[in-house]
């Protein structure tokens, strides 16, 4: 199968890099900036081309879309309206009606769409969602999560800052893993509350989310997510009837990734425990693309589509609008 990558920054390569394992071609490529893509392609292969256009109209079966929050979409619907799958790097859009046009014409077309939620593919996490099916922790009555980082010398200054952009700011940003792993594990939520400060860095947008969210049964996620988290972080917190899942660390400069099983005794007191470790390398970008692969071959939804992305960003539209709303 033959892949293209339109965006060729940090996440193009991680996608580029991910998918040498796979028997798969890296084929058309395009950046804004040439240079980036010319260096991508002597590291990984591929050709460069003069325009995302030009990646379209390409022999390519599958496009990896990882630019600007802004161009998404419009890469997503022209892609679609192609009639080539897609992974769309997350949150997929601005907001959520940007979404709709790139969804129906997908689904008008038989094309997969996987947005790239990759955190649901980190082997702990997909190791939790497995116990939760299983029953392992009994009925879930919440979840907490924690994800952040401190940014960089000039962050403020990024396209992340730019509202017009990037949509918003650390809500839509790792905010957005945030709330795809609470409504993956609670389902859809029915009431949200959030409060977006800015903190620390100058800009446009927040450099913050505080969200609780609650589903229409009365389960709730309590989230975190933050760009002013000096030493990098990720912990994840699933609470059932009978028991715990913690996921902390995601590797690298987030920590050993391990999975914590608390389990509840029958005279209650303190649970037994067991903990499984993931010392190697993050595998989840190269199982996300496997993932669409077999989507695509099976016929089926991919874990994370668009409509998950779609749902993602309605909640999002709600938290700005009540942000709006009480300025």
């Not at 009606?97 to 996490?125: D, Q, T, W």
């Not at 589903?215 to 699933?238: P, R, S, Y």
Request: glycine share 10%; with cysteine.
């Amino acid at each position: 199968m033959k892949i293209g990558i339109i965006g060729c920054g940090l996440i193009g390569r991680k996608r580029a890099s991910s998918i040498r394992a796979l028997r798969c071609e890296l084929s058309a490529i395009c950046d804004t900036d040439r240079h980036r893509a010319e260096s991508l392609c002597a590291d990984f292969g591929g050709k460069v081309v003069s325009s995302a256009k030009e990646v379209v109209d390409s022999d390519v079966q599958v496009i990896i879309i990882a630019t600007t929050h802004n161009q998404l979409a419009r890469l997503a619907l022209m892609a679609a309206k192609a009639g080539k799958h897609v992974l769309l790097e997350k949150p997929g859009a601005r907001n959520a009606a940007e979404l709709e046009s790139a969804a129906a014409e997908a689904a008008k077309n038989n094309v997969k769409i996987k947005v790239g939620f990759n955190h649901r593919f980190h082997p702990a996490v997909w190791r939790a969602k497995e116990l939760v099916e299983q029953g392992a922790i009994g009925r879930l009555m919440f979840v907490r999560g924690r994800y952040g980082h401190g940014g960089r010398v000039g962050y403020e200054k990024e396209w992340r800052f730019r509202k017009e952009m990037s949509g918003g700011g650390e809500l839509l940003d790792q905010g957005s893993h945030l709330i795809d792993l609470s409504r993956w594990f609670l389902g859809e939520f029915t009431t949200v509350y959030g409060v977006l400060p800015r903190c620390y860095w100058t800009g446009e947008v927040e450099d913050n989310c505080f969200l609780t969210l609650q589903t229409n049964d009365g389960q709730v996620a309590q989230l975190h997510a933050t760009w002013t988290e000096w030493k990098n972080t990720f912990c994840f917190e699933i609470y059932g009837k009978t028991g715990k899942l913690q996921i902390d660390g995601l590797g690298g400069s987030y920590g050993l990734e391990q999975l914590s099983f608390y389990e509840m005794l029958p005279q209650m007191g303190p649970p037994k425990t067991t903990i499984w470790q993931y010392p190697f390398s993050d595998t989840s970008w190269s199982r996300e693309i496997e993932e669409l692969l077999s989507s695509i071959s099976e016929d089926r939804p991919p874990v994370g589509d668009i409509n998950d992305a779609i749902a993602n960003l309605r909640l999002v539209d709600e938290l700005y609008k009540q942000k709006l709303g009480a300025q």
